[in-house]
């Protein structure tokens, strides 16, 4: 490294952002790029470690360790600090097909394995990774790369979120001809509906899809397979299909009072409030809007966060997130060594900005909804809840238990449900044939494929609801399949 002693001269500079009161009267990104002079210095304190575990990419406990697509990141945090950034955007691009949506929206596990978080604040590497990408878009270093040659091999792609738009990618420069189903009317799956504007403006989005289209990708949109498509049409048509359908199945609630109106699972909020604002700017009225409502998100990951901050830029009256697990430690615990994620606590751009309204963070910890009151119209009145206790029991596993008199009644007129995705659609992948086990899509690890020769399958409908960063390594490594597939030259 050129700076062998950066990390003992440079402390960790925190992102740039909108302050919370002032960002909550917009649906802009509220992250912004850091001087170049400071990304030279957070590239300086990456440390030259013997061996980077920041890139390793493993699950430890079923979380991520690392980087899922292995991004060779002590390399392009290199050359950033000698000012070097088109060759770190090569560097940058040789792993990661979309680094400018892992760069806003990657919870960044490559941090939490850093070897200098052992003793410091680790690097800054998702907010130079994202400026890396972003200069080469301002500098037109990233222009449409067409394949000389085409094979004259098809291969359909259903589904265009991360996993299917990198499959899309590797695929298309391998020189086959690739098409993208679709079946919402913008390409970009939980990327375009499913995570706010503020997180990741859809111009983002859509400058890639532009480039990809450029290069020869085929998108089919509004057209659901199963009902537009039939599979064996598809199958007929293609000489190999890579089913990238997510694992889009909501989990609801099963508690008296779950039917009432003004109960909504969280990704159709999400959605319609997202499709509102790119058709209309909010003209058309379609959102739900929750404007002096007392709102309550139930679960506590970061789909429910991206509802509180909806919430609150709609001027909710009060905004609370329940969660059932205990508030998370400050520092790291014994029982999460590194190199393994943290799991700490931390104050999300949506809890700060509530926090800087209403004064307190949303989030209630260890409490349980019991039960859902309607009004005489049937509509949402109040939630019932009770604190709960964690306990360790005698076989060594972690159970609730409820505490007596903390019983609270809660006034609502706006629920979303954000408890997780129980895993794929099951209609679409029924017409295919393939086996379906935990509610996924059973494909082989080695090379993808289903148990239907030439029909294969990755991302969240393989594995189950995951990290961007995972669907990109899996949408990689399906393609490398599939080309090893179509030089044998059997058709589907």
């Known amino acids: 490294m050129g700076k062998p002693t950066g990390f003992m001269e440079f402390k960790r500079a925190k992102t740039k952002e909108q302050p919370p009161l002032e960002r909550i009267s ?28 920041c890139h390793m990419g493993v699950e430890i406990r079923g979380a991520a360790a690392g980087c899922p697509i292995q991004n060779v990141i002590p390399e392009w945090n290199d050359l950033v600090y000698k000012g070097q950034w088109k060759e770190a955007l090569d560097r940058l691009h040789m792993t990661n097909n979309f680094p400018e949506f892992t760069g806003r929206v990657c919870p960044a596990p490559c941090e939490g394995s850093c070897t200098l978080a052992i003793t410091d604040p680790a690097v800054a590497i998702k907010s130079i990774e994202r400026s890396i990408i972003d200069k080469g878009f301002e500098n037109n270093w990233i222009l449409p790369r067409i394949p000389r040659t085409r094979t004259g091999r098809k291969v359909a792609v259903v589904g265009s979120g991360p996993a299917g738009l990198a499959a899309a990618d590797e695929l298309n420069q391998l020189g086959h001809s690739v098409t993208v189903y679709e079946r919402a009317d913008r390409p970009g799956g939980l990327l375009m509906y499913g995570i706010p504007n503020m997180k990741l403006e859809k111009n983002v989005i859509e400058r890639r899809i532009n480039l990809l289209r450029q290069e020869g990708i085929d998108f089919v949109l509004s057209t659901d397979i199963g009902k537009d498509i039939t599979a064996d049409e598809l199958k007929a048509q293609f000489d190999a299909v890579i089913l990238c359908i997510g694992a889009q199945k909501q989990r609801v609630l099963h508690l008296e009072g779950s039917d009432a109106q ?15 604002l790119l058709d209309s700017d909010f003209e058309d009225g379609k959102a739900l809007n929750v404007a002096g409502k007392d709102v309550i998100v139930i679960g506590g990951g970061d789909t429910g966060a991206d509802c509180v901050a909806t919430a609150i830029r709609q001027k909710a009256r009060s905004v609370h997130q329940f969660g059932k697990h205990p508030e998370l430690p400050k520092t790291r615990q014994e029982d999460r060594p590194w190199p393994q994620d943290p799991n700490v606590y931390s104050l999300d751009y949506a809890y700060e900005e509530v926090e800087a309204t209403k004064g307190r963070d949303p989030r209630e910890y260890c409490i349980q909804t019991k039960e859902i009151v309607k009004d005489k119209n049937g509509r949402v009145k109040e939630l019932h809840t009770i604190q709960m206790e964690k306990i360790l029991g005698d076989d060594g596993f972690h159970f609730f238990k409820e505490i007596p008199g903390t019983e609270k009644v809660w006034p609502a007129q706006a629920v979303f449900v954000a408890i997780g995705f129980e895993g794929i659609e099951k209609s679409l992948p029924e017409q295919f044939g393939v086996t379906i086990s935990n509610n996924k899509i059973r494909a082989s690890i080695k090379d993808f494929e289903t148990n239907v020769p030439g029909v294969f399958a990755a991302g969240d409908a393989r594995r189950g609801q995951s990290l961007v960063v995972w669907a990109i390594k899996e949408g990689r490594a399906v393609a490398a399949s599939v080309d090893e597939f179509l030089k044998v030259g059997v058709k589907v």
């Open 262 to 276: 003004g109960v909504h699972l969280a990704m159709d909020y999400l959605t319609g409030v997202t499709k509102s």
């Open 26 to 53: 917009n649906w802009n990104e509220y992250a912004a790029r850091l001087p170049d002079e400071t990304l030279q210095e957070q590239g300086a304190r990456c440390m030259d470690c013997g061996t980077p575990f």
